[in-house]
C-alpha cells in the first residue's frame, strides 16, 4: 500500500509539473498565442517607462487593477506589431549564432518607440450620449429684485439674476485717472529697476574689461620671462656681443637683413624628408601642414648657431627644447635653401666694380689685380672604402681632407667658391675644374701662393699671374725678389684672413663626421656668403660697416643681381 501510495503521489507530481506554466502567453484580450503552441512568435515585455507604458495598456485596452497587473511575466506577442516596429538583426549577431550552431532567426528587439496596433477586437456600436444644453435664464423687466422665470423645468432650482447699474462718466473718468495712476507709478519703479541694472552692468563691464587688461598684462609679462629663459633669437635682440658669438652676424640689424632675404623662399620651401631638398622659385603658397616648432627666424638662428658653434644635436636639443630628428631636418632644409639664394648673390664682380671698390694697397702697385686665390682644406673622417681613402689623402695636411678653391676681391669680399674635391687633388688641378679661368678677361691678373703654378694656363687668355719669385739657382736671393716677396705677400695674405674667418666657423673646424659630408659643400658655400656680411678691414671704414646700409653699399653691392657688366 505504501508502495502504491508512492507511485500515485510521484505520477501526480509527474502531472503537476506538466500543468505548470513555464511559457510565455499573450495578454491582449482575444488572443491566445503562447509560446508552446507557436515557437516562431517573438514576445516583448511591456516597456518599464511610464509614458511608453501607458501607450502599451492603452493599446491593448486593459486597466491596471486587481484584474489585470503588470509583472515579469506579462508579455505582448510579436503579431500586435507592424513590421517597422521590429528591429532588423544585425550581422554581427547572425555571425554569432552561425558560429554557436543555432538555427533560426536571432532574438526579435523592438525600437523605443515601438507600440503594439495589430488587433482583433470587435467594432464598437455604441454611441456616446450627448450632453443637455444648458438651461436658458430669463430676467423680469417689471423689477430688479423679482425672481426671473424659469422656461426650462429640467433646472431643478432657482437664480437669481440682477444687472448692475451703469456708471456716471465722473466716476468712469475717477476710474480711468486712478488706473493712470497706478501704470504711472509702476512705470517709475521699472524705470528704478532699469537704471539699478543698468549701474549693475556698467561695473560689472568696468570689472570685466579691468580683468582683460590684467590678463592681457599677465600674458606679456609670461611672454617676456620665456623669451629671457628661452634660447632664440629675441633673447638676444639687444646683445650685439652675443649675436656675433653665437651667429657671425655683427648686430642684429645684420642677422634680420640676411634672414629677409631668406624668409620668403623659406615660407614655400619643402622640409626635408630624406632626399634632396626641392626649391621651387615659382611656389607662392606655404606648404600645409602641422605648425613648425621653431619659427623661421629661430630656425635660421639654430643653424647659425650649430654653424658657428658646432654644438651637437643634443646639445641643441636641449637648449631649443625641439628633439634631434627635427633640428636636423632643420638644418639640411636651410641649408640647401641658404646655398640656393646664395648662388644668385655671388655674381663674379666685373672690372668696373673691382676697381671701384679697390683698395689704396692694391691701386699703387697692383691695379689690375682681379682676384685673389688659395686653396684650403677641411679634415674629415676617413672613409670606409680603401678607393675612396686613397682619393681623399692629403699629402700636405697627412689627413683625409676635402679641397675648395676661395677667390676673394681686393677688397677682401668672397667672389669665387669651387666645388669641393678630393684632399689628393693638386692646386693647377683645381684651378682647371674650378671653372675660375673662363670668368677672367683679357688685362686682368690672379694673385696667388707658390704653388699656383697656372702661368702658362692663364696666358692665352691674356691674363697675367702674381706669385712670389722663386730662388732657383742662387743661393740667396737678390734683393729686387725680396722686395717683390714682401710686396706681394703683404697684399696676399688678406685672403688667408679671409680663409681663417672661414674657419672660425667651428663647424667646418677640425674634423667633420661623415654624417655631414652629403652637405658639406652647402656649408662651405653658406659660410662664405655669411662672412661677408662682416666688416670689411681693407676699406680702412670698417668700423662703419658696423650699419645695415654700409655693409649692403660697401661690401655686397658688387654681388646683387643689379650687376651690370663694364
Known sequence: MAARQDQSQGVGQAKKKKVRVTGNFCCVP???????????????DIPEDSETRSKWVQAIRRQVGDDFQITDSTKVCGRHFVESDIKPPTARALLRREKEGKGGKPKTKLWDHAVPSVFSFPPTTTKPTPRKPPAKRRISSSSS???PDVSDADCGEDEAVSEAPPKSESQQIRTLKEESAELQR???DLRAKLQDVELRCEEEVKKSALCAESLREAKRSLEEQSKVSKFCISRFSAKAHMIRVFTGFMNIALFMACFRFLEADARVMYSWQGGRTKFDSERQHAKSGPKPKLSLEDQFFFVCVRLRTKQTLDELEDRFLVDTTTLSRYFTSWINLMYHKFKELLVFPSRRRVDRNMPQCFKS???TTRIIIDCTEFFVERPSALSQQQAGFSAYKNHATAKSLLGISPDGAFTFVSNLFEGSISDRDIVVESGL???????DSVMADKGFRIQDLLAPHGVRLNIPPFNTKAHQMVPQDVVATKSIASVRIHVERAIKRVKEYRLLSGTIDNNLYDVLEQCVFCVCMLCNFQPAWLLGNFRLCYELTGILRIQLSFIFRDVTSS
Open 30 to 44: 482575444l488572443c491566445a498565442i503562447s509560446y508552446g503552441k507557436d515557437r516562431n512568435v517573438s514576445f516583448h
Open 186 to 188: 509702476e512705470i517709475h
Open 145 to 147: 429684485d423679482a425672481e
Open 437 to 443: 679661368i673662363p670668368l677672367l678677361a683679357h688685362g
Open 365 to 367: 702697385f697692383y691695379p
